[in-house]
């Protein structure tokens, strides 16, 4: 049964299949028989013979009383039956297919932005923000792969100017086989390769709508703009998607601006410049009715583009994609424009004509349709037929005022029932032969648009309509469509905006009214604050005088402007901007500048006329010319017009509260600079020079920048871009093009100053790129023709140049064609911008684009030139070099990172073809990508190495910067905050590597010195130099290896702005090379020292050790008398016995004493030694001398025969009292040093050594021989007295050292000194007693007591240096700026004059006294010196407690052994007396352990009795014990190289040890030191930082008294760095001082006091601090979060009067100056 079940049902699928086969053949059958059908009818009509002319079959009845039947007839005729009735049937079907197709939808709205992702922008709109903003698919250029990246890749193309936008393509994942069949077929079938599925492929229209959809009004005006650039259809009427009714793109549209040059120009060149949507022109639509073969966008294109310029202006189905169906597009509505060049052969309509294309059918758009017909001139009607359906249409269209055109398209020919529908229409629709355009299978393509061409062409001939956009919104809103500017904010700010324009009638009277800030008195407040840096015009007036006029000037040019008040415009204007909706603020600045556009247009144009008219005119005159050229160059308005107004009042308002004009709550204008961070961060332009006074307004920029800092959270990290090259260069343009900027490129609008824009960049690409935003500055080009008349036009292009190079990070130069000769102006313009830029350390990465080169092998070609190109840049920058002055040879390598290969760019032509109907051309685009693709790849790549400057620090960058440029001494004076700040940390830090070396090299030292103290005698022939030199070197190598990698590891960290010190660098390594081989020499000649005092010390110790052992005979032997007379003695009867035997051995011990010697006998012989070959002169001074000892360093008096003023040829009274002061300071200085020198060698406590005064000559005749000196004019006699004053001074104290140290070290003095130890020994031992416990005490009290005290006191001072360094002191002592900030702090706080007469003139002595004091006031209560003595201590008593242990384990049999390895174990720390020790352990016999514990137990009583000891003695006593002296090692911190300002005395700040250049930061006037005016004798006010810009001359001994401009003090000073005063408060503080003590110093100096300016009467003491706080800025905020000062408010400067206490050592040798 089963078996049966199975055949049947394998029967049953056999019968399927023979059906199914059957039934396939059947069909392949017919088919095939339909298609031979056709085949053979068409044949056969090829075969006739007869051509027709499609347009000639056509005739309209025109006549009413023409029968319809002659012509249906005679139509029928020419049709055969078989043929007509099968075209009517499938033209029915199409017919129905048609309305079919037209009542279904495609996917929703919703539906299609959820496909492409863009869904939640339907309500959230999209900005212009968004799209410009930075982010990883910036670096993307492929075509999208998902649907998703489609609207993306678009916006991003788009924004670029990519005619590429278009292509909605996707890329599949893997590559196709491209139709190639490979399994299962023959080799090499061919198969058709799929299409993409519909739900991969998307119409551009949609995706064009869709983005629309979701953009914001001012995203869909950039969107618009940008297709306009490209030559792309714009939408006219967006369809109903998410609004109800169509939408009219007007505002969309409003920001176009076309040029063209009509017919009527051609012979005089003009051109016409408009807005797109005010522009009136023929209008001319063209709509599909039904079906069409046809393809009416790709005959668009052909009609509008140029002969030999196809450009795809509308999409059709031919383009990529153009054949997907749309989704949501139907119904859209484009427009697109032909503007004629001025070309008559090949333009071919020489007026503006706009064609509007209509997306659809128009039975489903009738809307759209109605709406065309109202507003077009011509509507243009495609179809392959008429059909009864569409006549029905068309008839209703019958009484409309616009024409009608047909152009059909028969697939074979024109039918009879078409034919007939025509006749009925031609009276409805008033058509003619003419109406009907037919284009069959017959007509050529080109034959037929030129047909079209012509048929426009007819219809432009007046009369003719004309409507603009604006005009077609009208109609829109009758019909009920939306206008996108229709809501309440656009038209309320309309309003506004027209309220404004609308009192502009003359642009250059408007200004002059409404705009009262600028102008002249804007120009004339740059040219007062110019002047005031440079001072050009200054004449004879005195510097500080100038000055103050200056200033004057500007208080009153400020008054005056704060006096005005805001005009009508100007109050709207500020009121618009201040509106509660970003919205509407946005409309506004957005009407502003069409409307204010506009206004420049038309102005321009009738200027231009008239000036073309006036040139044309015979016999003109050139002042015509000349005032017309001005009114052009006066007539350009724009936003920044009315923003500098506003700043300008910012300014005015600022200038006059600071200078106490008005109370800060008066001011009205403080909430502007937030109104334009506002701006700023919605993308509009914020200026930052000013175009016309070629001015920064500095206090509104930085307040500017200020608010934006806040509003953005202090997350203001900065990376600048900024482009250079020839003015109308297309600079803007390539910015736009790079980043979807709005910069003003329209004609006639060159841009004027410079402008910076933001762009922001995305959070997550923000670590990876190492900034938050990109600031983009845009300026006005180098070169201009406006400015090449002028006498200072090369100055105005540098400063430029210097200015936004300075500023940036990266620099593109833009220059035109590949050609550099026409750019050797400019690059010597870039090349001098860039060498300042690396004298000040900022190296901006450069990059070269030359635009205009198309051609592929422009690279490769021009590499020769590219070479050639690099030795022109190596020649400018060696000229250069020489221009700036400076004293090396570079290259253009040296200054900036440069390769020929990866820097240089070759960018095409912006148009493709030939403006104004060229498209964007493509090469453009994408080359700008590539060339935008490098910049964000090499800020990726630099992220590691650079920190980007935020704000606050780009703000002081633009202070300084500018400050710099108006004073044009570019190389030598700038110096900013940021540089000095960075600077300063940099010295910090290497500051505590050297404190760290040079603390290492001390404590090896005292080391050395106890291990060298505690050789015995025998050994210490066997020391060994060298290898005590070979250490030093080892420990020095790796101490200057270790600086050397912190130096290195700094500059590659991330510390902020590392970049800009890299130039110091080489001085910091200088500088530790030179520490090591100071810390070599005094390392070694310590160890010598320690050496040769120990050598000294050994005929001492013999002496001593002689003596010593004869006491021990005596002392036993009277102990085994005793003993042996076994009598029974008390302590007394003991003492009694013993005092017999001390005297016995006494007198027969040979007592010998130390040879006394004579030192002033020795110094005097070194002296005459050293002079024995300076002639009979000095022999003669000698002899008269007399003692040496008679001579002492405050006996020193300068006397004027010490001159020799013969040899000057300038014997002015005036400069003898010059040299005079000099010689003194000379004489002061080096017996300051000397002095120093002879107090550290007597606190040592040593004898005295014949090298003492051979180093003193040496530090005499070192200091001597240096270059100043000679121009001193000083005799030998000035020298003979200096070495006799000072050698005498050494005399008397080297003296009283060498019998100080015979009296302390006589034997016999030495031998009473251990008496007491003897005696207790000898009754001991007697009675004996367990000496143990005594023996221990002894050991602590008279040995280990005095090397501790002394262990401590070689430390206590490196300590000391480490607490204050921790302290709230370490702020005055961490450099030298900070210390200069702290004392002139203080200074100003106690307002002492003594005190300031002392820092003026004995600087060196005032520093080492306020080092002193301040020491003394830290440690004055004793508690905290006290904390140290006990941490030192208390690490060396557990060293001890160590050793003790230590020598126990190692198995000690006797105590003498104990010690001696005890001592071995301690030798490099204490240094343990012999004299002492010997004593200790005379005929001592106890077990070494119970000596040990002995010792242990009373440690911690000698521990507090060595605390209690140092606590009895003062901190000055302290101090002058230390080996390592704390104020020694803080000088040399804070003091410096010593050098001063050769014309104030302002001393070096110059951190650096080694370094070239002497830089203050502040310099004093010139009279507080003494200068005086020659023939009036006050005192001279004059600073030296502003003589050095002026005109003013100096003269002095170092000119031989030859009058030198101050600008050239180089000359005479090369090594010394004098800026000028970055702000006019910066010199406040002296000013101050000087007006506050003027009759004190003119007493002082017997001098008539200084006739000050009148300005500086009224400096504050507040002023002055805030002024000395903004030049030491940087350590004011380094200082912000610890103590306000550096020193306690309680302490108290030394003043000359309290210098007199100081410990001997530590006072000013030689007091004052004498006078």
């Known amino acids: 049964m089963k078996e049966k079940e199975a055949e049947a049902e394998s029967l049953g699928r056999s019968n399927a299949w023979i059906f199914a086969i059957v039934g396939t053949v059947i069909v392949i059958v017919v088919g095939v028989g339909v298609h031979m059908y056709w085949r053979r009818r068409q044949r056969s009509q090829k075969a006739t013979r007869v051509r027709y002319n499609a347009e000639n079959e056509v005739h309209l009845q025109i006549e009413c009383n023409a029968p319809h039947k002659q012509h249906g007839e005679e139509t029928d005729v020419l049709l055969e039956p078989e043929h007509q009735a099968l075209h009517e049937y499938y033209r029915e079907e199409e017919e129905v297919s048609l309305k079919n197709e037209s009542e279904g939808k495609g996917q929703s709205l919703q539906d299609f932005l959820i496909s492409l992702g863009l869904e939640r922008h339907q309500t959230r709109k999209l900005l212009l923000n968004d799209i410009l903003e930075i982010n990883t698919e910036t670096l993307q250029q492929s075509s999208p792969r998902t649907l998703g990246e489609i609207p993306w890749y678009f916006l991003r193309k788009i924004m670029a100017l990519n005619g590429m936008a278009r292509s909605t393509r996707l890329v599949p994942d893997a590559p196709g086989d491209n139709g190639i069949s490979k399994d299962g077929a023959e080799p090499f079938a061919i198969i058709p390769p799929p299409s993409l599925a519909p739900s991969l492929c998307v119409n551009p229209l949609d995706v064009l709508c869709a983005v629309l959809c979701c953009s914001d009004r001012f995203l869909q005006q950039e969107i618009l703009l940008k297709m306009s650039m490209c030559q792309f259809a714009l939408p006219l009427l967006l369809p109903a998607l998410d609004n109800p009714k169509c939408t009219l793109m007007l505002w969309a549209m409003r920001d176009i601006v076309r040029t063209w040059r009509p017919l009527s120009l051609r012979e005089s060149r003009g051109f016409k410049e408009e807005s797109l949507v005010l522009m009136s022109m023929p209008t001319f639509s063209f709509v599909r009715l039904g079906r069409c073969s046809l393809s009416k966008s790709k005959i668009l294109n052909k009609v509008l583009s140029p002969p030999q310029q196809q450009h795809d202006f509308f999409i059709h189905r031919d383009m990529e994609s153009g054949n997907v169906p749309r989704e949501i597009a139907k119904g859209l509505v484009e427009i697109s424009w032909y503007f004629p060049g001025g070309r008559e052969n090949s333009d071919p309509f020489q007026e503006p004509i706009a064609v509007i294309n209509l997306r659809g059918n128009v039975e489903s ?227 502003m500048k069409f409307r204010l556009d506009h206004i420049a247009r038309e102005n321009l144009s009738k200027l231009r006329a008239e000036y073309k008219e006036t040139y044309r005119t015979p016999g003109y005159r050139p002042e015509q010319l000349a005032k017309l050229d001005e009114l052009i160059a006066a007539s350009s308005l724009g936003m920044e017009h009315f923003m500098r107004e506003l700043g300008q009042f910012y300014e005015a308002e600022w200038s006059v509260c600071k200078e106490g004009g008005m109370a800060h709550s008066q001011r009205r204008f403080t909430h502007l600079p937030g109104t334009a961070a506002d701006l700023m961060l919605n993308g509009f332009a914020l200026e930052i020079i000013d175009g016309d006074a070629s001015h920064v307004p500095l206090q509104w920029v930085t307040d500017v920048l200020t608010k934006l800092h806040v509003k953005l959270q202090e997350r203001s990290r900065l990376l600048v871009l900024s482009v250079l090259g020839v003015q109308s260069s297309g600079k803007s343009t390539l910015l736009n093009s790079m980043f979807g900027l709005q910069l003003a490129v329209s004609s006639g609008r060159c841009t004027r100053g410079a402008f910076m824009t933001l762009i922001k960049v995305a959070e997550n690409f923000q670590q990876e790129l190492g900034c938050d935003l990109i600031l983009v500055i845009d300026a006005e080009g180098l070169r201009a023709p406006q400015l090449a008349t002028l006498e200072d036009s090369y100055e105005h292009d540098n400063e430029l140049a210097t200015l936004l190079i300075g500023l940036s990070d990266i620099t593109i130069v833009n220059m035109a064609m590949e050609n550099t000769t026409e750019m050797k102006d400019i690059l010597q313009i870039v090349v001098h911008a860039f060498l300042r830029m690396k004298e000040i350390g900022h190296k901006p990465n450069c990059q070269f684009v030359h635009q205009n080169v198309s051609d592929v092998s422009a690279h490769e070609q021009n590499m020769r030139d590219r070479n050639h190109f690099l030795e022109h840049l190596n020649e400018m920058t060696k000229a250069a070099v020489r221009m700036e002055k400076l004293n090396r040879e570079l290259s253009f390598s040296d200054i900036m990172e440069y390769d020929p290969e990866k820097h240089t760019w070759y960018i095409p032509g912006l148009w493709h073809g030939v403006p104004p109907m060229a498209p964007v051309n493509l090469g453009y685009s994408e080359s700008v990508y590539e060339l935008k693709k490098y910049f964000i790849e090499f800020m990726r790549s630099r992220t590691p190495n650079r920190t980007p400057r935020d704000i606050p620090q780009f703000t002081k960058w633009v202070r300084n910067l500018w400050n710099a440029v108006k004073h044009e001494n570019f190389i030598f004076c700038f110096r900013n905050s940021l540089v000095a700040e960075a600077y300063n940390q940099l010295s910090l830090r290497y500051s505590e590597w050297e404190w760290e070396l040079r603390k290492k090299m001390h404590l090896w030292v005292c080391g050395q010195e106890s291990a060298i103290h505690n050789q015995p005698p025998d050994e210490l022939s066997k020391l060994d130099s060298g290898n005590l030199k070979r250490e030093v070197q080892e420990k020095l190598q790796q101490g200057e290896e270790r600086i050397m990698d912190c130096l290195h590891e700094y500059f590659e960290s991330g510390a902020k702005n590392r970049h800009l010190i890299e130039k110091y660098r080489e001085d910091f390594i200088r500088s530790t090379k030179r520490l090591k081989t100071e810390l070599e020499r005094y390392s070694i000649s310590k160890c010598e020292e320690a050496i040769l005092v120990k050598k000294c010390w050994h005929k001492i110790d013999n002496i001593q050790t002689k003596y010593m052992r004869m006491t021990k005979k005596k002392v036993v032997s009277l102990l085994e008398d005793c003993k042996r007379r076994k009598l029974k003695l ?301 941490e030192i201590l208390s690490a060396i008593i557990k060293k001890v407690r160590a050793a003790l242990e230590m020598s126990m384990d190692g198995g000690s049999s006797t105590v003498s052994d104990f010690v001696a390895e005890f001592c071995r174990l301690l030798q490099k720390y204490l240094v343990i007396p012999r004299d002492s020790l010997e004593m200790n352990l005379f005929q001592f016999t106890a077990s070494t352990s119970q000596f040990s514990a002995a010792i242990q137990d009373y440690l911690s009583v000698l521990e507090l009795n060595v605390a209690s000891e140092f606590k009895a003695v003062n901190i000055e006593e302290k101090l002058s014990k230390l080996q390592v002296k704390p104020q020694d090692e803080l000088f040399k911190r804070v003091f410096g190289c010593g050098e001063q300002c050769p014309f104030c005395g302002a001393p070096c700040e110059t951190e650096s040890p080694t370094h070239e250049m002497h830089f203050a930061s502040l310099h004093q006037p010139q009279g ?148």
């Open 1568 to 1715: 507080l030191r003494q200068r005086r005016d020659h023939l009036t004798k006050t005192l001279d006010y004059s600073l030296c930082s502003s003589d050095v810009v002026s005109n003013a001359v100096f003269s002095n001994s170092d000119t031989k008294g030859k009058p030198v401009p101050f600008r050239d003090y180089r000359q005479h000073y090369p090594d010394w760095l004098i800026q000028p005063d970055p702000s006019s408060e910066a010199s406040d503080y002296w000013k101050f001082v000087f007006k506050e003590f003027n009759h004190r110093f003119a007493s002082e100096y017997k001098d008539k006091p200084a006739d000050l300016p009148e300005e500086w009467g009224k400096i504050t003491k507040e002023q002055a601090l805030e002024s000395v706080k903004g030049i030491y800025s940087w350590i004011v905020q380094s200082t912000a979060h610890g103590p306000e000062s550096s020193l306690p408010k309680g302490a108290i400067w030394p003043s000359r009067a309290q210098q007199q206490p100081l410990p001997s050592h530590l006072k000013p040798p030689g007091g004052d100056v004498q006078k």
């Open 365 to 591: 758009h009738w809307q759209q349709f109605s709406f065309l017909a109202e507003v077009s001139s011509v509507v243009f009607i495609f179809a392959d037929c008429i059909s009864e359906r569409k006549y029905e249409l068309l008839s209703s269209l019958q009484g409309l005022r616009t024409k009608f055109y047909l152009i059909l398209n028969p697939q074979f020919t024109i039918t009879s029932k078409t034919q007939r529908f025509l006749n009925k229409l031609a009276p409805l629709l008033q058509l003619n032969q003419s109406h009907v355009l037919v284009k069959d299978n017959t007509t050529n393509n080109s034959d037929f648009v030129a047909r079209l061409q012509a048929t426009l062409a007819q219809l432009m001939r007046p009369p003719r309509r004309a409507v603009s956009i604006e005009n077609m919104a009208v109609t829109a809103r009758e019909q009920g469509f939306q206008v996108d500017e229709d809501c309440e904010e656009c038209e309320e700010a309309r309003k506004r905006a027209d309220e404004i324009t609308g009192e502009i009638r003359d642009v250059v009277e408007y200004k002059r009214r409404a705009l009262k800030l600028q102008g002249d008195p804007c120009k004339r407040l740059a040219e007062v604050e110019r002047e005031l840096c440079q001072m050009k015009k200054q004449g004879e007036i005195p510097t500080e005088d100038y000055k103050s006029e200056m200033r004057r000037e500007l208080l009153e040019l400020r008054t005056q402007q704060n006096g005005c008040d805001l005009t009508g415009g100007m109050g709207t204007f500020k009121a618009s901007l201040e509106q509660p909706s970003p919205m509407e603020t946005h409309y506004f600045l957005k009407w």
């Open 1130 to 1430: 008390d302590n007394k009867e003991l003492e009694a016995e013993f005092e017999m035997m001390w005297k016995d051995a006494a007198s027969e011990l040979k007592l010998i004493s130390l040879q006394k010697r004579q030192v002033s006998q020795d110094l005097e012989f070194q002296l005459r030694k050293d002079l024995e070959n300076r002639g009979s002169t000095v022999r003669r001074k000698l002899q008269k001398a007399g003692n040496l000892c008679s001579y002492r360093i405050k006996s020193f008096t300068m006397q004027n025969e010490y001159l020799d003023v013969t040899c000057s040829k300038d014997k002015r009274e005036s400069f003898t009292q010059e040299y005079q002061h000099k010689a003194e300071e000379l004489a002061h200085s080096l017996m300051d040093q000397c002095h120093r020198y002879i107090e550290e060698k007597v606190s040592s406590k040593e004898d005295y050594d014949e090298t003492y005064g051979r180093e003193l000559l040496r530090m005499i005749n070192e200091r001597l021989q240096q270059a100043d000196v000679p121009n001193l004019h000083t005799d030998a006699c000035f020298e003979v007295d200096l070495k006799l004053h000072i050698l005498g001074e050494a005399a008397h104290a080297f003296q009283e050292m060498h019998e100080d140290f015979i009296k302390k070290n006589n034997p016999q003095e030495h031998l009473e000194k251990l008496k007491p130890q003897y005696l207790s020994t000898f009754i001991n031992l007697y009675l004996e007693r367990d000496p143990c416990q005594q023996r221990a005490r002894h050991f602590c009290e008279h040995c280990l007591k005095p090397a501790l005290a002394e262990h401590v006191n070689k430390r206590l001072g490196i300590r000391i240096v480490d607490d204050i360094s921790r302290s709230e002191k370490a702020n005055g002592y961490c450099s030298r700026a900070s210390f200069q900030f702290s004392v002139l702090k203080k200074l100003l706080e106690e307002m002492d004059f003594e005190n300031y007469m002392n820092y003026i003139n004995n600087y060196e002595s005032f520093v080492r006294a306020t080092i002193w004091r301040d020491i003394s006031d830290h440690y004055g209560n004793g508690e905290s010196v006290e904390a140290l003595e006990a």
